[in-house]
């Protein structure tokens, strides 16, 4: 007979095992790591901080850390209610990690010359002139740097001047999805390393010569690929499908099914929002500028910071 005491340790051993045999239980080739952490699969994109956090140009280290937790878990976390400067925005995003500050040439050409971390995510050019019905700047699925050596980045988005509910950002689970592929889909994204060059950004089309040139090297992205924090199995996929591999016709159902089958996040913009999200767990993209349709010109004022993890 088993005392009680053998039994809760039974059980407790077990428990932790299952957790962490979840790193290795796939339906698809993984590397599997020397170590693994507990995976945390239980993401809520979209979480709302709401511990405290006040006025975020004053944070305590504890908070800064709750920021970055959440992060990790929930892959879109929201702070409402904030009031920032251009100056607080860049050393908010200091307190998270490295920023990046990119040329001016793929900020649209639109770039804050007084603040070269920060870019302008709005309807009107900083000469005060209307952009037009046709712009718009990230209107694709996308992952924020991920022609960037350091792939591990985080963006932050501000709403300094908005009309509430008037325009959304979208986003989706690229860990939460890989559970819901096809086996099929799963075996391709497997087979696949993605390549991803600044040159082949849409929103980069533009971009100077000398600006692209700063980034000579192609990054490499593994189909199937593990969330270094949290432990999830992520499906990752671009536009382009561009892959080592070179084209396949089933990576294009791959991108059909994996925008089509994720779970999704919208983000209604009010003003003092904050949103963050980890570009390595999430894919996002603009949504509806205005349920009035592309000819309203009311402004739209957001500012983009992005920082390494």
């Given at each position: 007979?088993w005392?009680?005491?053998?039994?809760?340790?039974?059980?407790s051993?077990l428990?932790?095992?299952?957790?962490?045999?979840?790193?290795?239980?796939?339906a698809?080739?993984?590397e599997?790591?020397?170590?693994?952490k507990?995976v945390?699969?239980?993401a809520?994109m979209?979480?709302?901080?709401?511990?405290?956090?006040?006025d975020?140009t004053h944070?305590?280290?504890?908070?800064?850390n709750?920021?970055?937790?959440?992060?990790?878990?929930?892959?879109?976390?929201?702070?409402?209610?904030?009031?920032?400067?251009?100056?607080?925005?860049?050393?908010?995003?200091?307190?998270l990690?490295?920023i990046?500050v990119?040329?001016?040439?793929?900020?649209?050409n639109?770039p804050?010359?007084n603040?070269p971390?920060?870019?302008r995510?709005?309807?009107?050019?900083?000469?005060?002139?209307w952009k037009?019905?046709?712009?718009?700047?990230g209107c694709?699925?996308?992952?924020d740097g991920n022609?960037?050596q350091?792939?591990?980045?985080?963006?932050?988005?501000?709403?300094?001047?908005?009309a509430?509910?008037?325009?959304?950002?979208?986003?989706?689970?690229?860990?939460e999805?890989f559970?819901q592929?096809s086996?099929k889909?799963?075996?391709?994204l497997?087979?696949?390393?993605?390549?991803?060059?600044?040159?082949?950004?849409?929103?980069?089309?533009?971009?100077?010569?000398?600006?692209?040139?700063?980034?000579p090297?192609?990054?490499?992205h593994k189909g199937?690929y593990?969330h270094?924090?949290?432990?999830?199995?992520c499906a990752?996929?671009?536009?382009?499908?561009?892959t080592?591999?070179g084209?396949?016709p089933?990576?294009?159902?791959a991108w059909?099914?994996?925008?089509?089958?994720?779970e999704?996040?919208?983000h209604y913009?009010?003003?003092?929002?904050?949103v963050i999200?980890?570009?390595?767990?999430?894919?996002?993209?603009?949504g509806?500028s205005?349920?009035?349709?592309p000819?309203d010109r009311t402004?739209?004022m957001l500012?983009?910071?992005?920082?390494?993890?």
């Amino acid at each position: 007979m088993w005392s009680k005491k053998s039994m809760i340790a039974i059980i407790s051993a077990l428990s932790i095992n299952a957790v962490y045999s979840n790193c290795f239980e796939n339906a698809v080739p993984v590397e599997k790591e020397k170590y693994c952490k507990p995976v945390e699969d239980n993401a809520d994109m979209g979480y709302v901080i709401n511990s405290g956090l006040q006025d975020v140009t004053h944070l305590s280290t504890e908070e800064v850390n709750l920021i970055k937790s959440k992060l990790v878990k929930n892959g879109v976390v929201v702070i409402e209610n904030q009031n920032l400067t251009r100056n607080q925005q860049v050393d908010f995003t200091k307190m998270l990690g490295n920023i990046v500050v990119l040329p001016d040439s793929f900020e649209g050409n639109d770039p804050d010359r007084n603040f070269p971390a920060i870019q302008r995510v709005t309807n009107y050019w900083s000469n005060g002139t209307w952009k037009g019905k046709t712009n718009c700047f990230g209107c694709y699925w996308h992952k924020d740097g991920n022609f960037q050596q350091n792939g591990y980045m985080a963006s932050i988005l501000y709403a300094d001047k908005v009309a509430e509910n008037r325009s959304t950002t979208l986003f989706l689970d690229n860990c939460e999805v890989f559970k819901q592929l096809s086996k099929k889909t799963k075996h391709h994204l497997s087979e696949s390393v993605f390549t991803v060059s600044v040159r082949d950004i849409p929103d980069f089309a533009k971009g100077k010569e000398e600006d692209l040139a700063l980034y000579p090297r192609v990054k490499r992205h593994k189909g199937i690929y593990r969330h270094p924090e949290n432990g999830r199995i992520c499906a990752y996929i671009t536009n382009t499908l561009i892959t080592e591999q070179g084209f396949s016709p089933h990576l294009t159902d791959a991108w059909l099914e994996v925008t089509e089958k994720s779970e999704r996040y919208t983000h209604y913009w009010k003003k003092g929002d904050i949103v963050i999200w980890d570009n390595l767990a999430v894919m996002h993209r603009a949504g509806t500028s205005s349920v009035k349709g592309p000819g309203d010109r009311t402004p739209r004022m957001l500012y983009r910071t992005q920082v390494f993890i």
